[in-house]
């Protein structure tokens, strides 16, 4: 049972323009939701992060959506740099006693054409 | 900056061999977590650690135990490696925080069980 899901494996845009990248969890326990980038032969880095108790959440040409009662958040990159060409996870997090349980999605390729 | 090394890099092990993973971080980070990514399936839990000499089981610990000897080391063991064992495996850590705690990830271990 898949609790975060992002149904699009690939997605290709071109520069300049905007970047969309969809996710949608089932758990509705989740306290926090993140993105994390990963270029090919290195490991995830954490890019944004949003609390379950807001709706946006913006960081320079990053802004993350949260729609809880439809389930959903999304990614948007405006705009668009080649730099950007990376897979992106989406995540929920939970807070526990002693540490924080998170789930991961299966991941979106973001290609970004010059 | 936070550093999560990875001892190797590439891996080419046989069925039925121990395989360690070793992994290091620098920033006194009470968590530590062993992730595998796969195709599809994104990044799975196989154990994590919120302190020295603890250990608990992630979503799929079959066929993997941990160490957790120093807090800044953490290893992943196989006990017999088997061939559905070849994956990426990603070291991360982390300090709980009140809000999100973002995983800083190791580089991976490409491993291949033959």
């Known amino acids: 049972d898949q609790q975060v899901k992002q149904n699009s494996p690939s997605l290709s845009v071109q520069e300049g323009r905007i970047s969309i990248l969809n996710c949608d969890y089932t758990n509705s326990m989740f306290d926090y939701f993140l993105w994390y980038k990963k270029y090919p032969a290195e490991g995830p880095t954490f890019l944004i992060s949003i609390s379950s108790i807001k709706d946006k959440n913006e960081d320079g040409r990053f802004t993350v959506f949260l729609n809880k009662s439809a389930k959903h958040l999304s990614l948007h990159i405006v705009p668009s740099q080649p730099g950007d060409s990376a897979v992106y996870f989406c995540a929920g997090e939970r807070e526990k006693t002693s540490y924080d349980k998170v789930i991961f999605g299966p991941g979106t390729s973001l290609s970004v054409i010059p | 900056d936070v550093k999560v090394t990875q001892s190797s890099r590439y891996l080419v092990k046989r069925t039925g061999e121990k395989v360690f993973l070793e992994c290091v971080q620098d920033?006194?980070?009470?968590?530590m977590f062993w992730y595998r990514q796969d195709p599809g399936l994104g990044l799975r839990l196989i154990y994590f650690?919120?302190?020295?000499?603890?250990?608990e089981k992630g979503d799929i610990p079959e066929g993997y135990s941990v160490s957790r000897e120093k807090k800044e080391r953490f290893s992943l063991i196989l006990e017999s490696a088997s061939t559905n064992q070849t994956s990426m495996y990603l070291c991360?850590?982390?300090?709980?925080?009140?809000?999100?705690?973002?995983?800083?990830f190791g580089n991976g271990t490409r491993l291949t069980v033959t």
């Open positions: 991360a850590s982390s300090r709980p925080d009140r809000g999100a705690s973002p995983l800083h």
């Open positions: 650690s919120y302190d020295v000499k603890m250990k």
């Open positions: 920033m006194d980070h009470e968590n």
